[in-house]
């Protein structure tokens, strides 16, 4: 791997490396392996840009140590793996995909225990009863802890995790879990609720930048190639070019449309008699924008789809800049 390029971090098999790259796919760049099945690769669309392909985990420990720039993991592994986040990494863009909720599970035969705050009694009820702290099976030991401690529960203690966690409360090793969820189904199979304030955080895959890591000139420059284009791509899914031509004053009626509607004007064209104006419009407005502009005469109005919206500025980059000055 080159010092000077960028390197980006991507899982290396399973549902979340198929949606990686489909993501990137979507923005115009493609993820190419090497040899098919290498630990290597390239991201074509982006020059000086090296993929290493690793696990979910290795990806957070590798942006904590700075060896990687960019990385796509689990919100969920960044808070718990790294011993600083918010001083190590900066989570610049939310994915959409990989979505588990980490959540505080009990039995459901427990029908009066449906807070923390009840747990925190059960506990106290346990030890006095039997001498002994309440057991919580996990893999997560810094989320749980930290979300303990953040509603007063000291009275327990941590089992760790070597397997299915949701089965240890019925094998007898715990008597509550903290584990993630999807769907909440496998607990219910397992006999578990969570509990109305249990959840601990809600993850989903992250677009993650090193704070650590050296940044070179070609390294950022290829980070604010690939930001601006997944920016560019989030903007165009989000918006539509709504054009028309009609007895009005194109200046005016943009600056109406971005008023009332939140449009930006893309082109305005005075010509005698009136004018044509052409703005980016949200999509959830593009009904009423077109009903604005047929009520104030233009006989036909078009909405097309863009593939990219570039804006002037990218504030993906530029929060990332900030941060690693502030660094």
Sequence with gaps: MSKNKLILGLPS????QENASEFFKRAG???SQHGGRGYTGTLKGVADVEIAFLSASEIAGNLEQGSIHFG????????ENLSNPVESVELVLKLGFGHADVVVAVPQSW???ETMSDLDDVALAFHNKR??????????FNLTRNFFASHGINDYRIVESLGATEGAPGAGTAEAIVDITSTGATLAANG????DDGVILKSEANLVASLTAVWSDRALAAARAILDR????????????VAARGPFDARRMA??????????????QPFEGGGEVRVICPKAQVQAVAYHLREAGAITVSAAKADYLFAAKNTLYETLCARLKKH
């Design 29 to 31: 760049l493609s993820v």
């Design 192 to 195: 578990l609720k969570i509990l």
């Design 111 to 113: 029908i009066d225990v």
């Design 13 to 16: 098999k399973g549902r979340l």
């Design 131 to 140: 001498g002994k702290r309440l057991r919580v099976a996990t893999k997560y």
């Design 255 to 268: 600056e109406d449309l971005e008023r009332h509607y939140q449009c930006a004007g893309d082109m305005v």
């Design 72 to 79: 796509i993991t689990g919100e969920d592994l960044i808070r």
């Design 230 to 241: 997944l920016d560019a791509r989030d903007r165009a899914e989000r918006h539509m070019l």
